[in-house]
């Protein structure tokens, strides 16, 4: 499948800090709009913080507004999730979508976490354990 790949998970301390990276893999991130998602076992996935590609509108899930920031750097053909301010609830793999445009970049990010990427694979999803 043509998905972008994760990295940048670990274990960080409650209150630490993780800098996720999204690299493309067959195609250009710069013109497609994307996401971050996770998922803690035994719970269900979620959308984190989603990108434009048109505007740069970010939709953040609530309970990582202010801690979280998704960015986009177009050289390097590479997006991030900053995650600051680390909670035990942060823990769990958090994996990177691509899609096609939405009428608004929210409708997108629940989209996805509620039917799956459209390319039907989440890839392998970097891990994040937040404990002390």
């Known amino acids: 499948q043509v998905q972008p790949v994760e990295s940048g998970g670990g274990l960080v301390e409650p209150g630490g800090s993780l800098r996720l990276s999204c690299k493309a893999s067959?195609?250009?991130?710069?013109?497609?709009?994307i996401g971050w998602f996770r998922q803690a076992p035994g719970k269900e996935r979620e959308a984190v913080a989603c990108?434009?590609?048109?505007?740069?509108?970010?939709f953040y899930v609530n309970s990582v507004k202010g801690r979280f920031a998704i960015s986009r750097d177009n050289a390097e053909d590479t997006v991030y999730l900053q995650m600051n301010n680390l909670e035990p609830e942060d823990t769990g793999v958090y994996y990177c979508?691509?899609?096609?445009?939405?009428?608004?970049?929210?409708?997108?990010?629940?989209?996805?976490?509620?039917?799956?990427?459209?390319?039907?694979?989440w890839g392998q999803g970097t891990r994040v354990t937040v404990s002390s």
């Open positions: 067959g195609f250009t991130l710069a013109n497609v709009n």
């Open positions: 990108l434009s590609r048109r505007d740069d509108a970010t």
């Open positions: 979508i691509v899609d096609r445009d939405h009428p608004t970049i929210q409708a997108m990010c629940l989209n996805i976490a509620r039917l799956g990427p459209r390319s039907g694979s």
